[in-house]
């Protein structure tokens, strides 16, 4: 079973531009979370969606937005980009089981704004 | 707000030494809780989990971590570390039921001398 594909890989934005992630889960899995990960904070959650819903929503200001796809695909997207959106984003696929949910990585994003 | 402590934010050992890393959380029901190690330039993976059961949890890579619910804690541990152990290390917690996000601790980088 293929993992959680990111795309791009890398992504080079000045500031005040606007991106847009991708993230495609495993097969199977029909909720997806987004973290940043930078080296000062660590992974802070962004937002996690299910059946193309968002269920949770970490402390982000509203420029940065996350949609799901009914094919489960998500997309997040970052609005008037600023220095310290600089970081890895991770997209995380959500196994849900009867005794509780395992979370499986893909590679990231790693943005740089200049 | 759940938070997950851990202790440790740079752990140096040789080859052969006892691996001990340090996690508490702070909800105080019902909690999921899970390891993660992110290898050098690799992704995030998962180390063991514990949902309920026996307190004593056996991972891959012959790592186990033990659940005290009395401390709050869930620490890692290996009884004798190789170099390929170098990695960061992540510690996580879930409330149980619903749609709850998943809480990270900041890391702890282990670096093993050959």
């Known amino acids: ?29 029909r909720s997806v979370s987004w973290y940043q990960q930078t080296p000062g904070q660590g992974l802070q959650f962004l937002f996690e969606y299910f059946s193309e819903t968002q269920r949770n929503k970490g402390n982000f200001p509203g420029r940065f937005s996350g949609r799901q796809f009914s094919n489960s695909r998500s997309e997040m997207n970052v609005s008037t980009l600023e220095l310290g959106d600089s970081a890895l984003y991770l997209c995380a ?22 | 707000a759940q938070s997950v402590s851990q202790h440790n934010h740079h752990v140096i050992l040789s080859e052969a030494a006892s691996l001990e890393l340090g996690c508490n959380y702070s909800y105080g029901g019902t909690v999921n809780l899970f390891w993660y190690v ?3 330039g690799q992704h995030l993976q998962l180390l063991l989990k514990y949902f309920s059961g026996d307190p004593l949890v056996k991972g ?21 570390v190789q170099w390929s152990d170098t990695a960061e290390y992540f510690c996580a917690s879930r409330s149980s039921g ?3 996000k998943v809480t990270f601790g900041t890391g702890t980088k282990l670096q093993v001398i050959p």
């Open chain 1, 93 to 114: 696929s959500t196994l849900r089981g009867d005794r509780g949910d395992e979370q499986y990585f893909g590679p990231g994003t790693r943005l740089t704004v200049t």
């Open chain 1, 1 to 29: 079973k293929a993992g959680v594909t990111q795309t791009p890989r890398y992504l080079i934005k000045t500031r005040g531009q606007q991106v847009t992630l991708s993230c495609s889960p495993i097969s199977g899995h």
């Open chain 2, 60 to 80: 891959i890579k012959g790592f186990e971590a033990e659940f005290i619910k009395s401390k709050f804690s869930f620490n890692l541990r290996k009884p004798s």
């Open chain 2, 38 to 40: 992110q290898y050098p």
């Open chain 2, 98 to 100: 619903g749609y709850q």
